[in-house]
């Protein structure tokens, strides 16, 4: 049921991606050879992003193994709602503000420096590297996702939601590498304001399937499952 949740929550925020992540899925270089090379390299670039979704699903599934074990579960799923909430409603101000933190900024500056050298060639190796470094960049929506895996409670299901949830978002990210330029700008806009309405949604969610209400469906009590997996089980 994680997996389901995953590939729900990526298919619902992949309008986010649309907006927000669709310039660098239209700035991949562009071959002259046969039309083959073309869409397989945006193939492996969207493999390349849930490559990275996947690796940071196993990270943070473990900690959110370690959470449950200790028993706050409960809070986890309070506190997973209060996170998303924050990063739907903090000013974009704020944001840029963090994102200047020196320390942040030594971990994105390479980043992008990699990626900028990438789309310098036009190698398979390349589509795929200039994928697996993107999904590491800063993305208030991924963060969303990883919301979920910590949920899972679990390394390896919190692997499996990010992999779900990338493909999730692989309709929408191969259809605006392939389309985009034919999407207009204000079109993009609109559809990533979609988004945010979703993740408060799935914010509350969480918060009162924490409260343990023992409400049937939409606050039951808590046992050894994830919040994740009693809210696509219900």
Do not use: W
């Amino acid at each position: 049921m994680e997996i389901l949740a995953g590939l729900i929550i990526g298919f619902v925020g992949s309008f986010h991606c649309i907006g927000m992540c669709g310039p660098i899925a239209l700035a991949l270089p562009i071959s002259n050879s046969e039309n083959f090379k073309f869409f397989a390299g945006r193939i492996l670039y969207n493999l390349g992003r849930i490559l990275s979704y996947a690796l940071m699903g196993v990270l943070f599934g473990f900690i959110g193994e370690k959470l449950v074990i200790s028993g706050f579960q409960q809070t986890l799923s309070v506190s997973l709602g209060i996170i998303i909430l924050i990063i739907v409603f903090i000013p974009q101000r704020f944001r840029n503000k963090i994102l200047a933190i020196n320390f942040i900024q030594k971990i994105i500056t390479p980043l992008k420096t990699s990626i900028g050298s990438l789309f310098k060639q036009k190698g398979y190796s390349s589509f795929l590297s200039i994928g697996f470094l993107n999904g590491f960049l800063p993305c208030g929506f991924v963060y969303v996702g990883l919301t979920g895996a910590i949920s899972t409670g679990n390394a390896f299901n919190g692997m499996l939601f990010m992999i779900f949830f990338g493909l999730g978002t692989f309709p929408a990210m191969f259809a605006v590498s392939i389309f985009g330029k034919f999407i207009k700008l204000d079109i993009r806009r609109r559809l990533s304001k979609l988004t945010p309405a979703f993740a408060i949604f799935l914010a509350l969610l969480f918060i009162v399937r924490g409260l343990n209400l023992g409400i049937p469906y939409i606050s039951p009590k808590i046992g050894n499952k994830s919040p994740i997996h009693q809210m696509m089980h219900n």
